[in-house]
């Protein structure tokens, strides 16, 4: 009886291991199709199968009909690890640029996305600052920051986006007025700002009324596109922040619209 529990638990070990390999070939690739998978691991298509279901039930990946995808769609965000390594010269851009806007001694709200991030790794240029954000991985990178007050909002904890977010966080966040709220959003149009996901929506909505001046930071990507859901109309940004790999067209389509667009010259010293 002894021995089929003792094999059991490298075929476990096994399963778990290649699940996290596979996952993190999908999230360097971007997309990848069944049979790349299953010739790359050596496994059978149906497994793949059967792991990219679990992948996808953890919101590491999302599957489609041939392969699997960690890129965002209209209807799914892209997990955390994914949005980490995407256009990161842009949002470094950005955030030089949005940090410039930020005057010393004033309160600052940051959202759950990687542009914000961006941003938090500048906060102590412009410190004192009082910062308050849902972001695990903003907090931890800010709590030891010289200059900075630091108000971490509680809520439920999703793994997918490394925050906290639900009915909790979005009364804490109510509870709040601050000069300045920087978020970014999936997806902008001519019009509205957009995302995927209702929960992290509830959580945006909240922050922009709890500040008095409210920027959008958005790369390239996102513009002429939508989502699931709208989080706010253009209008209520006092000022968006884009990548200067945005085209041309794209930039003046949102300035016909707004009368505070400012583009962030990727590469700039």
């Known amino acids: ?103 010393p001694g004033s309160s600052v709200i940051l959202d759950d996305s990687t542009t914000a991030l961006a941003v938090a790794h500048h906060l102590g240029e412009v410190a004192p600052l009082t910062v308050v954000t849902n972001f695990l991985e903003a907090i931890k990178l800010l709590a030891p920051m010289p200059g900075i007050r630091l108000m971490a909002l509680g809520g439920e904890y999703y793994p997918t986006h490394d925050s906290f977010l639900g009915v909790a966080c ?43 001046r409210c920027i959008l930071a958005v790369d390239h990507t996102k513009l002429d596109r939508v989502a699931l859901h709208r989080v706010a109309p253009l209008d209520a940004f006092d000022v968006i922040v884009v990548d200067s790999h945005a085209s041309s067209e794209a930039i003046q389509r949102l300035r016909d619209r707004h009368h505070h667009v400012d583009v962030a010259e990727v590469g700039e010293a």
Request: glycine fraction near 6%; proline fraction near 1%; hydrophobic fraction near 40%.
């Open 170 to 212: 979005v009364d804490a966040v109510e509870a709040m007025n601050t000069d300045t709220v920087v978020v970014s959003t999936s997806a902008i149009s001519d019009r509205h700002a957009f995302h995927q996901e209702q929960e992290i929506v509830l959580v945006k909505r909240a922050m922009l009324a709890a500040g008095t």
């Open 1 to 103: 009886m002894g021995v089929p529990q003792v094999k059991s638990r490298p075929r476990a070990a096994s399963g778990a291991t290649r699940r996290q390999a596979m996952a993190e070939h999908v999230l360097r690739q971007g997309s990848v199709s069944m049979a790349e998978l299953a010739e790359t691991f050596g496994v059978s298509v149906m497994t793949v199968h059967r792991d990219l279901d679990q992948l996808e039930s953890q919101g590491m990946v999302r599957k489609y009909r041939g392969g699997a995808s960690a890129q965002a769609s209209s209807i799914f965000e892209s997990n955390i690890a994914y949005r980490k390594t995407a256009q990161t010269a842009e949002k470094e851009a950005i955030a030089r640029h949005v940090v410039s806007l930020i005057e």
